[in-house]
């Protein structure tokens, strides 16, 4: 009698193989569906042509300007044919972070993932305008070479939501922003000057290669935005009537699926609002995804502090006083368990405390844009403490994106050329660049204020060591 054929290895474990197979197909298919479910689809919008455009882009003492006119969809296809390269640079330093700090594919996937279903529907609140502003912009892009992480139109949304999403997988990183305005009577001339350092740790490029947009949208009031390619929203913004708005990170509430970005919301209030009474208006009209702080400042001395999270009422504290913002809320959202986290474990109150001490030593007529300057670049610590150059708890870490100093009585901004703080300030007249018949042909090369002594005589290096890597978690 002959034995029985021993069964082949195929044979013995195609169940196990079968499975394993389908377990690593899995992800990938999920994926795939996943995406083409969650596909944000763009409005229809027709391109205009290039020639019938007035924009225009040119780097004068080391900041790039953009100048933005016309229709949503003018504005659009001008911003990505203007600054295509620049904005493939930028979003691929973004990219290149993203595997960095989240280095295992798999757990990038289910981030990209559970963000593409949770806001599926982020585009719903974004004003109609700015969704064919962003369609326009997508088109003109073309070709792009970042369509295998998502549709263009869709990775530009939530680019402009990128603040209000990322809030959902880590602490905020604007949460070492310093802003102030000084009251009419303590300045020299009498006019109104508000200066900001924007603490957005993003990476080199968004400090050395920041963009200044001069926006002429139609039917709006024309805006100043500081900013980077690609990104025509708000984070620090002044209009054609002297009204500067400025976002500071802050943590409180739950985040929402529902909202409009605070980029479109802080630009939509800087297009409509002639003076700070009716950008308050604006901004507690509006529902919000992600808690913040809103500072408003007009030429009229008029300023608001707008503290703003999901699901409650605004809460706004107004003043003509000189006053001073950093990253914690003092209003009803004080007792919030995140924000008494950011109070225990960011440097917020410390820098409170300083930006409080240097305003509340201006002599009556005393300031000008230098003296503001010189308070934004300030690298001590509070009542005076000696603290090394790049230490968190100064209003200067040597950490700032960018910097601006605004007399908002001229309509005159000065904005940070890099590195940081430390570099230049580029004075920008917006009454002249803001207009719509302006030759920019004829401009002579801008004002500027100096470098910060310490970019020359070798404490810079040595402070930006102390400061150290960009605490993309918030610890600041």
């Known amino acids: 009698m002959t034995s029985m054929a021993r069964p082949s290895w195929w ?6 193989l079968i499975a394993a197979a389908c377990a690593l197909a899995l992800p990938p298919v999920a994926h795939e569906v996943i995406g083409f479910a969650t596909r ?48 493939i640079a930028d979003e691929g330093h973004l990219w290149g972070d993203f595997q960095r700090y989240v280095p295992w594919w798999i757990a ?23 969704r064919r502003e962003l369609a326009a912009e997508a088109l003109a892009f073309a070709p792009d070479p970042f369509t295998s992480h998502m549709p263009t139109y869709q990775r530009l949304v939530f680019l402009h939501a990128l603040y209000d999403i990322a809030l959902q997988f880590e602490h905020s990183p604007l949460i070492g922003c310093t802003s102030f305005a000084i009251a009419p009577s303590m300045t020299a001339d009498g006019h109104v000057l508000a200066a900001r350092a924007f603490d957005f ?38 209009n054609a009537d002297g009204l500067m708005l400025v976002v500071h990170g802050g943590r409180a509430g739950q985040p929402s699926t529902t909202g409009i970005p605070v980029a479109f919301s802080l630009r939509e209030a800087l297009e409509h609002a002639h ?35 999901p699901g409650v009422e605004a809460f706004v504290h107004e003043t003509r006083s000189t ?45 000008n844009v230098e003296s503001a300057l010189a308070i934004l670049r ?24 960018h910097g601006v100093v605004a007399d908002l009585t001229d309509r005159v901004l000065w904005v940070s050329a890099g590195p940081h703080l430390s570099g230049h300030f580029v004075r920008l007249d917006l009454r002249t660049l803001l207009s719509a018949d302006h030759d920019p042909s004829t401009d002579p090369e801008p004002q500027t204020m100096p470098d910060d002594p310490i970019l020359h005589d070798g404490r810079y290096a040595a402070g930006v060591a102390h400061a150290g890597r960009p605490k993309i978690g918030g610890g600041q």
């Open 40 to 87: 944000i689809a763009p409005p229809a919008v027709t391109l205009p042509p290039a020639s019938e455009t007035r924009s225009w882009t040119r780097v004068r003492a080391g900041l790039r300007e953009v100048y933005l006119q016309g229709s949503p969809e003018a504005i659009g296809a001008e911003h990505a044919r203007l600054l295509r390269d620049e904005m």
């Open 323 to 367: 006053v001073g913002v950093t990253n914690h809320f003092e209003g009803p959202l004080a007792a919030d368990p995140k924000n008494q986290r950011v109070r225990a474990t960011t440097t917020t109150l410390a820098r409170k405390r300083r930006i409080d001490q240097l305003l509340g030593r201006i002599a009556p007529h005393g300031a």
């Open 378 to 401: 300030d690298h001590g610590c509070a009542d005076d403490e000696h603290c090394p150059l790049g230490d968190r708890r100064a209003i200067d870490a040597l950490i700032a994106t």
């Open 108 to 130: 990038r996937v289910g981030i990209q993932d559970f963000s593409r279903i949770r806001y599926r529907h982020v585009d719903a609140n974004i004003p109609e305008p700015r």
């Open 201 to 238: 740790e993003g990476g080199e490029t968004f400090d050395l290669d920041k963009a200044v947009f001069l926006v002429r949208d139609d039917g709006a009031i024309p805006f100043a935005s500081v900013a980077w390619p690609g990104f025509v929203g708000v984070v620090t913004g002044v």
């Open 275 to 309: 003076d700070t009474d009716e950008a308050v208006a604006i901004l507690r009209a509006q529902p919000v995804m992600v808690s913040h702080i809103v500072f408003a400042a007009d030429a009229q001395g008029n300023f608001a502090v707008v503290e703003r999270a």
């Open 11 to 16: 044979r013995r474990h195609r169940r196990k």
